[in-house]
Nanobody, 122 residues
Framework: QVQLVESGGGLVQAGGSLRVSCAAS????????MGWFRQAPGKERDFVAGINLNSGRTYYADSVRGRFTISRDNARNTVYLQMHSLKPEGTAVYYC???????????????WGQGTQVTVSS
């Protein structure tokens, strides 16, 4: 089984930057994809970014494109989400996901982390 553990969440002012990390342990699949969803209070989980672990091909939600960067360190079994120009609407629990490929629907992912809270103050 695969375990995904997020870290790096916290409180940041609007316009600031934060990097969240996701470390995978257990059985991992380098031909899989990993990514990030986020869920604000009372809202559904939305796709943020994804990356193919082999090719490095990246995908972004339109709402974060140009501000967020997803990357991976396969040697460390770790995926990162570097967030710049954070907005208050970015306040959410950020979840790391893994699946056979990058999907934009939460239900298509096989593995989920526990989430890390990101709070953006105005």
């Amino acid at each position: 089984q695969v375990q995904l553990v997020e870290s790096g969440g916290g409180l940041v002012q609007a316009g600031g930057s934060l990097r969240v990390s996701c470390a995978a342990s257990g059985r991992t699949f380098n031909n899989y994809a990993m990514g990030w969803f986020r869920q604000a209070p009372g809202k559904e989980r939305d796709f943020v970014a994804g990356i193919n672990l082999n090719s490095g091909r990246t995908y972004y939600a339109d709402s974060v494109r140009g501000r967020f960067t997803i990357s991976r360190d396969n040697a460390r079994n770790t995926v990162y989400l570097q967030m710049h120009s954070l907005k208050p609407e970015g306040t959410a629990v950020y979840y790391c996901v893994m699946g056979p490929t990058v999907y934009s629907r939460a239900r298509d992912y096989d593995y989920w982390g526990q989430g890390t809270q990101v709070t953006v103050s105005s």
